[in-house]
């Protein structure tokens, strides 16, 4: 497949999985995604919620993205009885530059369509519980 394939693929993706959100995820305003990652509100201006494709490796992503390293300290406080509330270990990335991120990832190869509606519910799925977890912690900062 070329590069033009997978923008179109990403398109279409991000398309469909727009109409689930706005179907069955109503607490949630999103913006209008671009062609690898679609972005949710998380009730901070430090703060939102990515849902990501990579399709160079294969996997897609659901992470919180911080503008805030003290935000990204205190929530770091919290990682034992978070990843305890998830059910597994999350990723957690305080970087040198502006973001930080706390990641969940998963298999997916955007090529395989058959694999979308799964992917899709995967997104969305720990996209609201990545809001559940993090919005309450986030409003007490």
């Known amino acids: 497949m070329t590069k033009i394939d997978v923008k179109s693929l990403q398109s279409q993706y991000w398309k469909k999985l727009t109409g689930e959100l706005i179907d069955n995820y109503p607490k949630f305003k999103p913006r209008r995604p671009d062609r690898n990652a679609y972005y949710l509100p998380l009730g901070s201006r430090f703060a939102h919620i990515s849902m990501k494709i990579n399709s160079i490796k294969n996997i897609q992503e659901c992470k919180i993205v911080m503008t805030n390293k003290g935000l990204f300290d205190y929530?770091?406080?919290y990682q034992e009885q978070i990843e305890y509330d998830f059910g597994f270990p999350l990723d957690w990335d305080k970087?040198?530059?502006?973001e930080s991120h706390i990641t969940i990832f998963n298999e997916f190869n955007i090529r395989n369509e058959d694999e979308w509606d799964m992917a899709i519910k995967w997104h969305l799925d720990n996209a609201s519980k990545l809001h559940l977890i993090f919005s309450a912690l986030i409003d007490k900062y």
Do not use: I, N, S
Request: proline share 0%.
């Open 75 to 77: 929530l770091k406080e």
């Open 95 to 98: 970087k040198t530059g502006v």
